[in-house]
C-alpha cells in the first residue's frame, strides 16, 4: 500500500542561516501511530509545520495522500488535523459551536451528527454548551483534538500532547490516543518522553539535530534501548579487570575504581547476582552500587555512534 504521508530529502534552512532539517526521509504508512523522539530543539516542530503547510521547506517534497503539499496544498491539508503544541483556544467560546467553526473553516459542509461523535468520543458531549475557559487543562486539550478532527482528517499530528502535565493527565491523554487509533486514523506525535512512545506508537522515528536518524518498530527499538548500568564502587582501585569479570562484560571505569555493568532491563536474567557474586570471588570489596537508566542523551549517543559505524561499513 502506498504510504499515506511521503517525505523525501527534506531540509530547512531558517531565515538567519539555521539549517533545521536536513535530509529527511519518511514514509508514514496508513492507521499507524509514529512517534517522532527527539530532544529540544531536534526539529520535530520544523517537520510538523511543513507537512501541515505552517512553514515552507527549503528542497525536497512532501506529499499527504498522493498530492503534493507545494502544489496541491488544499487537497494535502484537508487530510490532515494538527494538534499544536501551545494551548490556543477561544475560551470564551461554548465547546460545540468552537468544534463546528473549526469545521467550517475547511470549508466542509455542517454535520452535526458528526461533531456529536467525536464530542462523545472525547467524552465532551455533556460539556457541549459549557464555555472552553470552564473546562479543566485535560478537557481544554480533548478540545483542542475535538477541533484538530472536526473537517474529519485521516491524519492527526499531536505536537507534544503531554509536554508539562501530570501523570494522571498523561495517562488520560494516552487512552485517548488509543481510541483513536481504533478509529483508524493515522496518529503522528511528537515527544520527548521514551515512556510515551514505548506506550504509543507502532514505530518511532529519532530525530538529532535535524537528522532522522532511524525509523525502527517500537518493539525492536525498546529492546535495544532499555538499558541499565550497574555502577560498582570499590574499597581499592584496581590495576587491571579480572579475567572472570571481563568475559561476563564488565568493564573498568576510569581511575580504576569502579566496575560498570550494562544489562536489558528487559531480559529475563540481567546476571546481576552472578556478577556480584564473581566480584567477591575475585577478592574485591565493594563500597557502593549504584544503577542508572540509560537517559535519552545516552541513547542518543549510542544512536549517532551506531549510525556512523554503519554508514562507514557501506562506504567501505
Ligand atoms: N523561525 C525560526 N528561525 C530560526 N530558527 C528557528 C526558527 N524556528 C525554529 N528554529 C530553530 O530550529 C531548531 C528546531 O526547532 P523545532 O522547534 O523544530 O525543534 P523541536 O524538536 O520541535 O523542539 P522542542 O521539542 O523544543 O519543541 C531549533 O534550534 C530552533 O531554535
Redesign the pocket.
Known sequence: MAPIIKIEDLEKT???G?Q?LKGVDLDIEEGEVLALL??????????ISIICGLAKATKGKVTVGGHDISHDFRKAREMIGLVP?EMSIEIFERVQANVRHSRGLFGKPRNDEYIERVLKDLTLWDKKDNRIRELSGGMKRRVMIAKALSHEPRILFLD?PTAGVDVELRKEMWDVMTELKKSGVTIIL?T?YIEEAEAMADRVGV?SK?ELLLVEETDTLMKSLGKKMLEIELDEPIDALPEALAARGVALGEGGATLEYYYDTAAEKTGITDLLAEVRKAGLTMSDLSTRQSSLEDIFVDLVAQQKEKDEETAA
Open positions: 531558517y531565515e538567519n539555521f533545521a527527539g530532544p529540544n530543539g531536534a526539529g520535530k516542530t520544523t517537520l503544541q507534544e511528537t520527548h530525530i535535524g
